[in-house]
């Protein structure tokens, strides 16, 4: 355990961030999850909606910094991928 004052306060800031990310990135996995869930059922409308939610959802965790720009710009397109798949 830190002895100074500072690097106390940097142990809690770092929790708090640290659940902070992990809630993020629990929001982005639920998200994906409900669209490749729409996916498998075939169910081409609320595959779209699910995909406009979890595209944004990546992209707001993406500009808070939780993930990188271009892992979330990966994530979309791959989702995007499936979902033209399926209007194929």
Same mark, same amino acid.
Request: glycine share 2%; charged share 30%.
């Given at each position: 355990?830190?002895?100074?004052?500072?690097?106390?306060?940097?142990?809690?800031?770092?929790?708090?961030?640290?659940?902070?990310?992990? &809630?993020?990135?629990? $929001?982005?996995?639920?998200?994906?999850?409900?669209?490749?869930?729409?996916?498998?059922?075939?169910?081409?409308?609320?595959?779209?909606?699910?995909?406009?939610?979890? $595209?944004?959802?990546? $992209? $707001?965790?993406?500009?808070?910094?939780?993930?990188?720009?271009?892992?979330?710009?990966?994530?979309? &397109?791959?989702?995007?991928?499936?979902?033209?798949?399926?209007?194929?």
């Amino acid at each position: 355990m830190a002895n100074i004052k500072s690097a106390k306060k940097r142990i809690k800031v770092i929790d708090k961030k640290t659940a902070l990310n992990k &809630a993020r990135k629990s $929001q982005i996995k639920t998200a994906i999850r409900k669209f490749e869930n729409a996916v498998a059922n075939g169910n081409i409308e609320d595959a779209t909606i699910n995909f406009k939610s979890a $595209q944004k959802k990546i $992209q $707001q965790v993406a500009s808070k910094g939780t993930i990188h720009k271009n892992a979330a710009a990966r994530k979309v &397109a791959k989702l995007a991928s499936k979902l033209n798949s399926m209007n194929a």
